[in-house]
C-alpha cells in the first residue's frame, strides 16, 4: 500500500502507476472537495497544497508525492471553516455556484501565507484560477479583507447575515 | 405518516389526490435525502406544498429552480418568507423532485432554470405560497385559542394573540396547520411593506462552498457505484463504427465497455480514472459521417449569402425602411458576425444512473428537473411514474445543463446494461468541449439612412444564421420563425424590446442551420444583437457626427425605461467628463429577460495594441430588486462571462468536430484582466426583470465602442484575439 500524509493523517491507498494526486484524493480518500476541472493544470480547481505550496493536483502523480510531505486539501484547511480565507469568503459570499472556490480559496491562503499584505499584481500573479461565474471581484475584495485582519465591513459589501450581523 | 413510507405508497397515495393541494401528505424527502448521502430530516408534516415547519420552528422552504451560483435558491426562499413571515434564522431549503412535481400534478410548477425567470416567473405563486401557509399556520393558532383569527398577528415565526398577549409558535402549530384546507382569497404584501425582499441578505448556501462539503453531481458517492467515461464521435452526426473492447477489458478495475446509442463508447470501471485511461487506450473506428468536411470557414460563407437572400421572415417592421434609406441623404452599411462558444462550466456535464426493470433513477445536475426526468424516463423505457430524478447542485449551468440532457440519456443507456447497479458518468474537459451546445453563429447586415441633420431615416437589420429552437425545439418553430432570434429587437412589450424609435424599420432573419448543434447560452441572442445593435448605433453617431450618448438620447426619447438605464451608466461614469489620459468610454443599452440594463466601459490600448478594461459602470433595472448584493454579484458575473467571450470566446469547426478542447484553446478571462465594475440598481418597480443573464449583452458592445473611441478601430467580429489593436 503505498501511503499519503493527507491533512495530518497519513492515509494508505491502492492506485495504478501515474494516477494522479487528484483522483486519489477524490476516489481512493474521499476527498472530494477538491475538483476535476480540466485535468491539464489551467484551470485550478484542483488546487491543494503540498508543503505549503499550491500545487495543481490533477497533474501530479500520486506516486511522486512522498508520505513524508505534507497534503493539505480544502478539508483540512482548518477543522471548522474557521481558515480566515474561509471566514472571508463565507461573510462576503464570494461562491457562486461554488465548483472553482476550493481552488481559488486553497490560493488564497497559500497566497496570504506567503506574503501576508499582497498587492494587486501579487493577486493577480498568484490567483490565476478559472472562475466562469465571475467571482473574481469578490475573491479579490476577500483576499484584502484577510490581508486587512479580516474587517469584513471594510470591502463595502454590506451584507446581512441570518444573525443579525452585518459585514 | 412516518418517514418509511415506500415509494410505490406514495405514488398511489398521490395519485389518489390528484388535481388538489394535498395537505397533511408527508412526502418522502427524508428518504431522498439518505439516498444523495445528506442526512435525513425528521419527519414533519408540510403546511403547504412550499413550507414546511418543524417542531423546533425551523422552516423548511421548498425551492422548485435548481441553483446554480445565481442565488436563485436565497432570492425564491426570500420570497417565501417574506409572506410566511417567519424567521430567517431558521430559515433551510430543499428541493423537491421532478417525480413529485408529476405525482401532485406540477404542484410547484415549472423546474426550469433558464432565460433568467427563476423568480420572475415564480414570485407570484411563491409568495402565495408563504402566505398560505402563514394563514393556515395562524388560524392553527387562533382554532386552539378558541379565538377569532383575526385577533392573532403573525411575525418572525411567533403568533400573538393580541388582546391577551398569548404566543405559540409556528413549530408548535404546524401539525395542526397542515391538516386546514387552505384559503383560497390571499392577499400578497404591498411591496412597501417588504422586510425581507429587497435586503442585501447573504445567501443560504455559501458556508459548504468554502469547505469542501458541498456535494455537486460530480462528487456523489453511492453504495456499489461504478464509475464511467465516455466518448461520442467527435465529428457531429457521426456515427461508432466499431471499437476492439477486448483490448481494455484486462485492464484494471474495467468491468464493462458499452455502445452507448450508435455514436458513443463508454468505459465502465471501479473508478472514474480507470474508465478514463482504458477509454483513451481503446481503439475505436468512427464513421463521420455527412459532417466530415463541415468547417465554420465554410459556413461563414453560408451566411454571407443569407445577408442578401430573399427567404427572411420579419422579427420586427415600421414603414418601408428601405424606401426610406434609399432617399436619405447619407447611408451607412456595416457587416458584424459572431461565433460558436462553449458554455464551459466549470463542472463537466455528469450524471449518476440506477436502472432495473422496475425503475430508473437519475442524480445529476440540471437546470430542468422535470426535462431531466423526460429525458431519463425516455432512456430508460420506462413511464415517468417509475422514474426519479434528483437534482444536485450545479457547478455551473449558463444553460448548458437546461435544453437538452443528453448527458442523462448517456447514464441511463449505460446504467441499462448494468441493471441495479448505479454508475456515475463523468465527461472529460475534452468531451465537454467537443460536445457541446454551442452559442448560435450569425451574421448580420445593418443598414441605416441619415437625413442631412444626422437624424436616422430608415434602420434595417438582416440576421443571417443558426436557429436555436431548430436546433433543439423544432416544434416551436411556426412559420419559418424563430422568435429567440430577435432578442432585444422586438416591438415595444415588457420581453427583450428594441428602445430605439426609427421612423422606418426592418428587422428579419434568413435562417441557416450548420452541423453544429445549438443551445440557449447565457445571454443567448441578445448578446450577438446588442452588439450589432450598438456598435452600429456607435457607426451611426460617428457618422452623423454626433455624441454617442446624445445621438442614444434622442431616439430613445419614448423608451424611458431604456433611458434611465443609460442615463444612470453614462452619469455614473462621468460620461462627457475627463478621463485619465489614454482612457476612453463607450456605451451600451439594451433590453431582455424583461430587465432594461446599460453599460459605460472605459478602455486603454497601448501603442502595441494590448487593451485593458479599467472600469465598467453597470444600470440594471429589473423592477424589483430582491436581493441587491447577489444582483451585484450577478452583474459583475456577466462582465466575466460577456468579457470571456468578446476577448476570447470562440469555437471553431474544422473537418467536421470544434477545434477547441481545452481551456488552452478556449481561454476564459482570469483574474488579472478583470475591471472593476459599478453597479447601479435602478428598480424602478412595477413589474419583474431577470438579473443573471441582461448585462452579459451589455459587456462586449460597451468594450467594443470604447475601443473605437480609443483607436478609431471597428471590430466587427469576435473575438477580439484574432485582431491586432496596435496603432498603425
Redesign the interface.
Known amino acids: 500500500m503505498a501511503k499519503l500524509n493527507v491533512n495530518g493523517k497519513v492515509r494508505e491507498y491502492k ?2 502507476p ?3 494526486l487528484l ?1 486519489v484524493l ?3 480518500l ?11 493544470a ?2 485550478g ?1 484542483c488546487t491543494v497544497h503540498i508543503n505549503g505550496v499550491p500545487t495543481r493536483s490533477c497533474v501530479v502523480p500520486a506516486a511522486s508525492v512522498k508520505a513524508s510531505a505534507k497534503v493539505v ?3 483540512g484547511l482548518s477543522p ?2 474557521s481558515h480566515p480565507v ?1 471566514k472571508a ?3 462576503l ?10 481552488g481559488m ?1 486553497m490560493a488564497a491562503a497559500a497566497l496570504l501565507k506567503a506574503k501576508p499584505n499582497p498587492t494587486d499584481a501579487d ?3 498568484a ?14 475584495a476577500a483576499i484584502k479583507v484577510v490581508a486587512g485582519g479580516g474587517d469584513t465591513k471594510s470591502a463595502g ?8 450581523s452585518l ?1 | 405518516m412516518s418517514a418509511t413510507i415506500s415509494r410505490r405508497q406514495f405514488l398511489a397515495g398521490s395519485a389518489a389526490a390528484a388535481g388538489s393541494l394535498v395537505i397533511g401528505f408527508h412526502i418522502p424527502f427524508a428518504r431522498d435525502a439518505a439516498a444523495q448521502g445528506m442526512p435525513a430530516a425528521p419527519a414533519t408534516p408540510e403546511v403547504n406544498a412550499w413550507v414546511v415547519v418543524r417542531p423546533d420552528d425551523t422552516v423548511v422552504i421548498r425551492i422548485a429552480r435548481s441553483e446554480m451560483g445565481q442565488g436563485t435558491l436565497t432570492g425564491l426562499a426570500q420570497m417565501v418568507a417574506e409572506e410566511l413571515e417567519c424567521n430567517w434564522a431558521k430559515v433551510t431549503t430543499e428541493y423537491p423532485t421532478p417525480g413529485q412535481n408529476l405525482a401532485r400534478n406540477r404542484v410547484w410548477g415549472n423546474f426550469s432554470t433558464g432565460g433568467s425567470r427563476g423568480i420572475r416567473e415564480s414570485q407570484e405563486y411563491v409568495r402565495k405560497g408563504g402566505a398560505t401557509a402563514r394563514m393556515m399556520l395562524v388560524q392553527a393558532a387562533a382554532d386552539e385559542w378558541k379565538v377569532p383569527v383575526a385577533e392573532c398577528t403573525a411575525a418572525n415565526s411567533v403568533i400573538t394573540h393580541t388582546p391577551t398577549s398569548r404566543t405559540t409558535t409556528y413549530g408548535k402549530v404546524a401539525a395542526a396547520a397542515s391538516k386546514l384546507t387552505p384559503p383560497t382569497a390571499v392577499t400578497l404584501k404591498d411591496p412597501k411593506d417588504w422586510k425581507l425582499v429587497g435586503k442585501r441578505m447573504a445567501r443560504l448556501d455559501t458556508v459548504d462552498k468554502t469547505t469542501g462539503k458541498q456535494i455537486y453531481g460530480m462528487d456523489l458517492k453511492l453504495p456499489g457505484m461504478l464509475n464511467a467515461a465516455i466518448k461520442r464521435c467527435p465529428v457531429f452526426g457521426g456515427t461508432l463504427k466499431s471499437v476492439d473492447e477486448a483490448a481494455v477489458m484486462k485492464r484494471p478495475g474495467v468491468k464493462k465497455v458499452v455502445r452507448v446509442g450508435n455514436d458513443a463508447v463508454a468505459v465502465v470501471a471501479d473508478t472514474w480514472w480507470r474508465a478514463k485511461t482504458a477509454l483513451d487506450a481503446l481503439p475505436i473506428v468512427w464513421d463521420n459521417g455527412p459532417n466530415a468536411n463541415a468547417s465554420s470557414a465554410a459556413f461563414a460563407e453560408v451566411l454571407k449569402a443569407g445577408l442578401d437572400a430573399t427567404d427572411a421572415v420579419v422579427g420586427n417592421k415600421v414603414g418601408d425602411a428601405a424606401a426610406a434609406i434609399a432617399a436619405s441623404a447619407k447611408k451607412v452599411e456595416a457587416v458584424y458576425s459572431y461565433p460558436h462558444q462553449n458554455h464551459a462550466t466549470m463542472e463537466t456535464m455528469n450524471a449518476t444512473a440506477r436502472w432495473t426493470p422496475e425503475r430508473c433513477e437519475v442524480w445529476t445536475p440540471t437546470q430542468n428537473g422535470e426535462a431531466a426526468h423526460a429525458a431519463a424516463a425516455e432512456a430508460a423505457g420506462l413511464p415517468p411514474a417509475q422514474c426519479e430524478v434528483y437534482k444536485l447542485l450545479l457547478g455551473g449551468g449558463f444553460g448548458r445543463r437546461g435544453a437538452v440532457h443528453d448527458w442523462v440519456r448517456q447514464a441511463v443507456a449505460i446504467a441499462k446494461e448494468m441493471p441495479g447497479t448505479p454508475v456515475k458518468l463523468i465527461w472529460s474537459r475534452e468531451e465537454d468541449m467537443l460536445h457541446g451546445s454551442y452559442h448560435p453563429v450569425t451574421q448580420c447586415k445593418l443598414t441605416a439612412g441619415l437625413d442631412a441633420q444626422g437624424n436616422v431615416t430608415g434602420f434595417q437589420m438582416r440576421i443571417s444564421g443558426q436557429s436555436i429552437l431548430a436546433g433543439v425545439a423544432p416544434q416551436a418553430i411556426k412559420d419559418g420563425k424563430d422568435p429567440v432570434v430577435f432578442q432585444g429587437l422586438n416591438p415595444p412589450g415588457p420581453e427583450a424590446s428594441l428602445g430605439y424609435a426609427f421612423p422606418a424599420l426592418l428587422v428579419d432573419h434568413a435562417m441557416r442551420n450548420p452541423s453544429t448543434p445549438p443551445g440557449f447560452w447565457r445571454g443567448v441572442n441578445l448578446n450577438q444583437n446588442s452588439i450589432y445593435l450598438e456598435c452600429f448605433i456607435d457607426e451611426l453617431a460617428h457618422a452623423a457626427g454626433q455624441d454617442p450618448l446624445a445621438f442614444r438620447r434622442k431616439l430613445l426619447a419614448n423608451s424611458p425605461k431604456h433611458l434611465a438605464v443609460l442615463n444612470a451608466a453614462a452619469e455614473k461614469a462621468g460620461w462627457g467628463t475627463p478621463t485619465a489620459p489614454g482612457v476612453f468610454r463607450g456605451l451600451c443599452v439594451t433590453m431582455g429577460f424583461g430587465s432594461y440594463v446599460a453599460a459605460c466601459a472605459e478602455v486603454s490600448v497601448s501603442n502595441d495594441g494590448v487593451l485593458k478594461v479599467h472600469r465598467i459602470v453597470a444600470a440594471t433595472d429589473p423592477g424589483y430588486a430582491v436581493n441587491p448584493q447577489q444582483i451585484e454579484a450577478q452583474v459583475e458575473g456577466s462582465f466575466v462571462y460577456g468579457l470571456s467571450a468578446a476577448l476570447y470566446g470562440e469555437c471553431t469547426v474544422k473537418d467536421g468536430r470544434m477545434e477547441q478542447d481545452n481551456f488552452h484553446t478556449y481561454v476564459p478571462l482570469r483574474m488579472n484582466e478583470m475591471p472593476a465594475v459599478e453597479t447601479v440598481i435602478v428598480a424602478s418597480g412595477g413589474f419583474w426583470g431577470g438579473v443573471g443573464e441582461p448585462t452579459i449583452a451589455v459587456a462586449a458592445p460597451a468594450v467594443l465602442n470604447a475601443i473605437f473611441a480609443a483607436t478609431g478601430k471597428r471590430i466587427r467580429d469576435l473575438p477580439l484575439k484574432n485582431h491586432s489593436l496596435k496603432k498603425a
Open positions: 492506485a495504478d501515474g494516477t494522479p483522483w477524490r476516489e481512493q474521499g476527498l472530494t472537495g477538491t475538483k476535476y476541472g480540466c485535468g491539464v489551467l484551470c480547481a486539501t480544502i478539508e471548522n471553516g474561509q469568503w463565507d461573510k459570499d464570494v461562491p457562486q455556484c461554488g465548483f472553482c472556490q476550493s480559496i493577486i493577480n500573479e490567483m490565476t484560477n478559472i472562475c466562469r461565474c465571475g467571482t473574481y471581484n469578490r475573491v479579490r459589501l454590506s451584507i446581512q447575515h441570518a444573525d443579525g459585514t
